[in-house]
């Protein structure tokens, strides 16, 4: 199948600074990936849908202005969170649909953020 | 608006027993279905998928899920479960046409010897 990677694995960082996170189509060209954000024994929660060459589409509740989006290739989206706050530690996750592929999700191996 | 249930939030069972993890959706048009396993601080691996044909799908690892139209229903099992499939189980839901994957709130199953 497909490969999604995500970079880092983990990460702790200062609040207050800033942490970008990388999701690559390794195998295909994705022109949506999706970021997901899991809070512990909880289930994904869908965040916002970026759209490769346009603004991603954020989810209700979700700040954009805090958690940017940039999809400027076909293989690769990131996901900066900004001013990071102890409450922003979560585990994200960014997937991807090969559009050659069928209906499958695939996803990143996901990176864990602490801020301290 | 499409939504995921899934019934229990933990299952314990015994290895070599069978188990059933249930998941079921609300959508008001036709669907897929799919179930992710996510093992500890790593990303989801997909087991199975239901898209259209045949009901009964089978997937990686001995995992098996029927869906059931007419219960909105889309039941994952398997007949004898090893220590190793101890992991979080997630049934997820997308309408045709749409990209947006929704997930229930996982299953957690604990096999124990």
């Known amino acids: 199948g497909a490969v999604v990677s995500q970079h880092p694995s983990w990460v702790i960082c200062k609040s207050g600074t800033s942490v970008k996170i990388e999701c690559r189509s390794l195998d295909f060209q994705a022109t949506t990936m999706f970021w997901y954000r899991q809070f512990p024994k909880q289930s994904l929660m869908l965040m916002a849908t970026s759209n490769e060459g346009s603004k991603a589409t954020y989810e209700q509740g979700v700040e954009k202005d805090k958690f940017l989006i940039n999809h400027a290739s076909l293989t690769l989206s990131t996901l900066t969170v900004t001013s990071a706050h102890p409450e922003d530690s979560s585990f994200y996750i960014c997937?991807?649909?090969?559009?050659?592929?069928?209906?499958?999700?695939?996803f990143g191996q996901g990176t864990r953020l602490t801020v301290v | 608006a499409q939504s995921v249930t899934q019934l229990d939030s933990q299952v314990p069972v015994f290895e070599e027993a069978p188990v059933e993890l249930r998941c079921n959706y609300s959508s008001s048009v036709s669907v897929y279905l799919f179930w992710y396993v996510q093992y500890p601080n790593q990303g989801l691996q997909l087991l199975l998928k239901?898209?259209?044909?045949?009901?009964l799908v089978k997937g990686i690892n001995g995992f098996e899920a029927e869906f059931n139209k007419s219960q909105t229903s889309f039941h994952l099992r398997k007949p004898s479960v090893h220590i190793s499939d101890t992991a979080e189980y997630f049934c997820a839901c997308r309408e045709g046409g749409y990209n947006k994957l929704i997930f229930g709130a996982g299953t957690r199953l604990a096999v124990h010897p």
């Open positions: 997937s991807a649909r090969d559009p050659a592929g069928g209906e499958e999700a695939f």
């Open positions: 239901y898209l259209s044909g045949s009901t």
